[in-house]
């Protein structure tokens, strides 16, 4: 058996913890893991991790790459699929099973599962039965997890069971996100799950599907993966649920209850801290009610005589909202990106294929940044036309290239580079790399940079 995990998605309804260049699945929420360290995880107690495979877009690779390596250090390149544009779960669904098919070469009768990176499960052990169940008697059917609900929830998905079979139920229908009276009458009638969009099936199996009900995307999927890749980018854009699985007649759910929760809002966020009793002791609330506070970097937040907010605090910005108004967040999203704001895009810590970094203080003529590189990793052979830059070695050992000079730096020692001069930065060592970086110039951009030598690929 197999697994996809999708991890591709930008998440913007948890803004500001989650951007474009750092979305929802990369966080760490309430615990030491992100989301997708915990899903991949929870995957390595039904098969190996060598069978764990992930999909995401270009500007997310090393995310997933150095998150994964931090849990699993084993992991190879050819186990991320890359997309070669973001279009929703159907085309990157068929993306990874041609992958499998073809460069794997796994048998087409075989059980893959797919999953969403970004979702809370707190009974993982039930989570596990589950999925083992499933594929051990998916078959030649499209399957699903519905999950049992337990409010009338609207921002979810619901699938209606139809005859029950051995250990799952036909589906009936897939039907959209209700009203709050259709959504309580769907829950008194026992006949509904919520809809996880987790999907088991084998390749075989989605290759008939896909042929019945998607035809354009089935003509993609038939070429060589090479051929798929490159028409890729022109597909329509459309989730599983559309392509296929509320027009198929061969779809079936494995109900469990688990504890589970997609993480949409900050309302849902402080449910999840709530159960797992992981709200931030630095949080001084007088004579305050029904206020949640979270902050990533666990400042000191102290509210007096106010009710009903949530209150979010990131490195660069700060969201304050009424509770129940979660979904409102994404007004603020299409606002910031209509006017053009940094800050929809990017957050101060910035994932590098090297490792990464972290912008501490930014002025008009200066930028200090906290920059970790992995072991054996290394910055490009680069130099900066418009600003100098001083390194301090905080942790670690490294190795510095600064013109003709070539260094080893040890902690609390440093080095000045002055515009113009190439320069590379490697940690030869077994342990991160930490720097402090102080910036200096009249122009302090990240395009201000020319590379001579690059281990990644870049420009």
């Not at 929760?261 to 309302?267: A, K, M, N, P, Q």
């Amino acid at each position: 058996m197999y697994s996809v995990i999708l991890c591709g998605g930008s998440g913007t309804r948890l803004w500001p913890l989650s951007r474009k260049n750092f979305p929802k699945q990369f966080l760490k929420l309430y615990d030491d893991f992100s989301l997708l360290q915990e899903t991949f995880l929870r995957v390595q107690k039904v098969m190996p991790a060598e069978n764990i495979f992930l999909v995401t877009n270009q500007e997310n690779y090393f995310n997933v790459f150095n998150q994964i390596r931090d849990i699993y250090p084993q992991i190879k390149e050819t186990q991320i699929i890359t997309e070669p544009a973001s279009l929703n779960t159907a085309p990157a669904i068929a993306l990874g099973v041609r992958y499998l098919l073809e460069k794997i070469g796994i048998e087409k009768t075989e059980p893959v599962i797919f999953l969403p990176a970004d979702h809370y499960i707190s009974k993982p052990e039930i989570f596990v039965e589950i999925v083992k169940t499933a594929m051990g008697k998916v078959g030649g059917h499209i399957g699903t997890i519905g999950i049992t609900p337990l409010a009338p929830e609207t921002g979810f998905g619901y699938i209606k069971k139809g005859q029950k079979e051995d250990g799952y139920f036909a589906v009936d229908a897939f039907v959209e996100k209700p009203s709050k009276e259709l959504a309580e009458e769907y829950l008194s009638s026992g006949q509904y799950v919520w809809n996880s969009g987790m999907y088991i099936f084998s390749g075989e199996t989605f290759a008939g599907e896909l042929k019945k009900h998607a035809p354009e995307l089935s003509a993609a999927f038939e070429k060589s993966y090479a051929d798929f890749s490159q028409e890729f980018p022109s597909l329509e854009a459309q989730a599983i649920d559309t392509a296929i699985s509320e027009k198929s007649q061969n779809v079936v759910v494995f109900e469990g209850d688990f504890g589970w929760s997609d993480i949409g809002s900050f309302d849902a966020l402080a449910d999840v801290l709530t159960e797992k009793e992981a709200l931030q002791e630095r949080h001084v609330l007088l004579d305050s009610k029904n206020v949640f506070v979270h902050s990533s970097t666990n400042r000191l937040i102290a509210t007096i005589g106010v009710q009903d907010l949530v209150v979010v605090e990131n490195n660069d910005c700060i969201l304050i909202h009424k509770r129940g108004r979660s979904e409102d967040v994404k007004k603020v999203v299409n606002y910031l990106k209509e006017n053009n704001y940094k800050e929809i895009d990017h957050n101060v810590e910035i994932q590098r294929p090297w490792g990464k970094y972290e912008v501490l203080i930014e002025g008009k003529n200066h930028k200090v940044k906290k920059i970790t590189v992995y072991p054996g990793s290394s910055l490009s052979l680069q130099s900066h036309a418009q600003r100098s830059e001083h390194w301090v070695v905080v942790k670690g050992a490294a190795q510095v290239i600064n013109g003709d000079k070539q260094l080893t730096l040890h902690e609390n020692e440093s080095t000045y580079i002055q515009a113009g001069t190439k320069h590379r930065l490697s940690n030869p060592g077994k342990i991160n790399l930490e720097i402090i970086e102080v910036q200096t110039g009249d122009y302090l951009e990240e395009d201000d940079i020319v590379r001579y030598e690059d281990g990644y690929g870049r420009k």
